[in-house]
């Protein structure tokens, strides 16, 4: 009986403190809504079309598509799969089912990736950040979906949230935003 009591009151003491933490789960299915473009909406009004060639933009809407697929897949520190993805293993993924080689990791992503200038992002560009407060190097990356105006929304994975879509006006990714870049 008192091996049931120091059981019990060390389970909870354990709860307590906090040492035991409440398994996140997602009970309702998570949907995304990103308006898909046609053809010719998907060159910037502002850009002189043969600044992007059509097969880059094509390339970067089947990475895009394919990026979207995961969408509502939990987080994951290390993970590539739809059981769990982080935001450097989205953008790996998505883009070597297209062919194209990124570094693993976002900061190595950032060092190989050519550096553009915000008002020049287009679709299948890469945005990084350092969301850390300690951290001084980059440590989050995001693939641009959509740029609407100057709107820039992104798909990426988020510690708390799993993969999904979020605009570079939000308060932190606004704040946390460190340069823009294309792999394409």
């Given at each position: 009986?008192?091996?049931?009591?120091?059981?019990?009151?060390?389970?909870?003491?354990?709860?307590?403190?906090?040492?035991?933490?409440?398994?996140?789960?997602?009970?309702?299915?998570?949907t995304?809504s990103?308006?898909?473009?046609t053809?010719?909406?998907?060159?910037?009004?502002?850009?002189?079309?043969?600044e992007?060639?059509?097969?880059?933009?094509?390339?970067a809407?089947?990475?895009i598509?394919?990026?979207?697929?995961?969408?509502?897949?939990?987080?994951?520190?290390?993970?590539?799969?739809?059981?769990g993805?982080?935001?450097?293993?989205?953008?790996?993924?998505?883009?070597?089912e297209?062919?194209?080689?990124?570094?693993?990791?976002?900061?190595?992503?950032?060092?190989?990736?050519?550096?553009?200038?915000?008002?020049?992002?287009t679709?299948?560009?890469?945005?990084?950040?350092?969301?850390?407060r300690?951290?001084?190097?980059?440590?989050?990356?995001?693939l641009?979906?959509?740029?609407?105006?100057d709107?820039?929304?992104?798909?990426?994975?988020t510690?708390?949230?799993?993969?999904i879509v979020?605009?570079?006006?939000?308060?932190f990714w606004n704040?946390?935003?460190?340069?823009?870049?294309r792999?394409?």
């Amino acid at each position: 009986m008192v091996r049931k009591i120091l059981s019990f009151s060390l389970l909870f003491s354990l709860i307590g403190c906090g040492v035991v933490k409440k398994k996140t789960s997602y009970a309702k299915p998570r949907t995304v809504s990103v308006e898909g473009t046609t053809k010719s909406d998907s060159i910037p009004k502002e850009s002189n079309p043969k600044e992007i060639p059509n097969t880059v933009l094509t390339k970067a809407d089947g990475i895009i598509n394919t990026a979207m697929t995961y969408s509502g897949v939990r987080y994951k520190f290390g993970g590539t799969t739809r059981k769990g993805m982080d935001c450097s293993g989205l953008l790996f993924v998505s883009f070597a089912e297209h062919n194209v080689a990124l570094p693993r990791a976002s900061y190595q992503m950032a060092d190989d990736a050519k550096r553009i200038k915000l008002d020049k992002v287009t679709k299948g560009d890469l945005l990084f950040f350092k969301t850390s407060r300690k951290g001084k190097r980059i440590n989050h990356v995001g693939l641009v979906v959509d740029v609407i105006g100057d709107d820039i929304k992104f798909i990426h994975s988020t510690s708390s949230r799993g993969v999904i879509v979020s605009s570079l006006r939000e308060g932190f990714w606004n704040y946390a935003f460190v340069k823009a870049a294309r792999v394409l």
